[in-house]
């Protein structure tokens, strides 16, 4: 036993009426009789899978809207691509973005200087920048939970934005390997 859905009232009340007009402008859009039914047979496929469908205010318009997209969708899928050219694309030197051993490298170097930088943080100001530049948590949620006010929590998070932007144009400006001398010195 068929169920008449509601869009199927809505689809035969509202669409089907003007099946003439939209097979026109269909015709007006592509110049070919065939092309003009499949334009509009699938711009009536598509009104089933909308989800909005009961707040198109005015479907006449909204169908004809939906077969001039659904042309220049065609008309762009048609292009013709001339495939000798790409038969002699042997002369283009296309780039390898995948980055080299010195790039991962450097890259992991980076990220562990930044997660050195972020551990030398004071205590308070690292809680609450991981938990909301790195673990992605709401601002409110992480005052609430370290019962603090908005207001400490944003002081906190400034400071060490502020900590660590300084921390790092210190270690950019000190020359290369001053920093490991430190750190052996440490030791």
Request: hydrophobic residues 45%; proline residues 4%; glycine residues 4%.
């Amino acid at each position: 036993m068929p169920v008449i859905r509601p869009i199927d009232i809505w689809f035969a009340d509202e669409v089907l009426p003007h099946e003439d007009r939209f097979f026109a402008a269909a015709l007006r859009i592509c110049g070919a009789r065939e092309e003009a039914e499949d334009l509009v047979q699938e711009a009536f496929a598509r009104l089933f899978t909308l989800d909005g469908w009961a707040a198109i205010d005015n479907p006449r318009a909204y169908v004809i809207r939906m077969l001039r997209h659904i042309a220049i969708e065609r008309f762009r899928r048609q292009r013709i691509v001339d495939f000798r050219q790409l038969a002699d694309a042997d002369h283009l030197a296309l780039a390898d973005d995948t980055p080299d051993q010195h790039r991962i490298i450097a890259g992991r170097d980076g990220l562990r200087r930044v997660a050195d930088l972020i551990a030398g943080l004071p205590e308070r100001c690292r809680t609450v920048f991981v938990r909301r530049r790195i673990e992605g948590e709401s601002s409110r949620a992480i005052a609430q939970d370290l019962g603090i006010s908005l207001s400490t929590y944003e002081k906190r998070l400034a400071r060490a934005i502020e900590l660590l932007s300084r921390a790092r144009l210190d270690a950019e400006a000190e020359p290369h390997g001053a920093g490991d001398a430190q750190a052996q010195r440490k030791r």
